[in-house]
C-alpha cells in the first residue's frame, strides 16, 4: 500500500520559465537514468528479498525515488510556464507542447519514450545491488550536467538536493552490499585458477599481475567517524 502526502519531499521553484531547458530536465523523468527507472527498478528488485532488513532499505529509497519524480515534473512544469511555445524547446521534445498539454511526459531529452527496458533485476541481490550503485552513481553524473547548463537560482537547488541524495542512497545500497559476503554470487569466489588469471594484451606496458588470492568485492564502510 501506498500513501500520498501532497507535500514534496522538498519545494521546488524557478527564477523564470525556460522550455528549452525543461525538455534537458525530461530525461531525469523519462530517461534511462532517472527517477522513474530508478524507483522501478528498486521496487522490482524488492519482491524477492527475503532479507527484511534490506527489502525494507529497497522499499524506501524506491518510494523515495518517486517523490524525487515528482519534483522533477514540478521543476518541469514550472519552467515549460503556462504558454505553448514549441518554438522554444528543442526539435525533438516538443511533443508536451503540441499534444501534452505542457504536461511532463515520460521521455528523455531527445523525446524517446521510457521503456521497461531501463529496468535490471536478476534475482541475484549481490548483482541486483552493483546495478543499484551504478544506476545512483549515473543519476547524480546526470544532475552534475544539468546543473552546469542552467543559471536559474532555484532549479540549481533543487538539482543540488537531489543530487546529494544520489549520494546517500549509494552509500546505503553499499552498507547493503557489505551485508552479502559468502552468498548468491558472491559464494566461491577466486577458487579455481581460471579465476585468478591476467591476460596481457595490450603492448607495451603491464599493469597488472596475476591475482594470488581474490576476494569478492566489497566497499569500506561509507559512514565512518571521523
Known sequence: MFKHDKQL???VRVDGPNPNYASLMLDQLGGPHGELKAALQYLSQSYRIKDEKIKDLFMDIASEELSHMEMVAQ???LLNGHTLEAMN?????????VIGGLAPMLTNASGYPWTGAYIECTGDLAADLLSDISAET?????????YRQINDKGVRETIDFLLNREEAHNTLFREAFNMLQNTGSLQDWGVTQDSKVYFDLSTPGKYFNELKDPQAPRFNTPDQPH
Open 138 to 146: 549515473r543519476a547524480k553524473v546526470v544532475y552534475e550536467y544539468l
Open 75 to 77: 521543476t518541469v512544469n
Open 89 to 97: 524547446t528543442s526539435v525533438g521534445t516538443v511533443e508536451s507542447h
Open 9 to 11: 519531499l522538498k519545494d
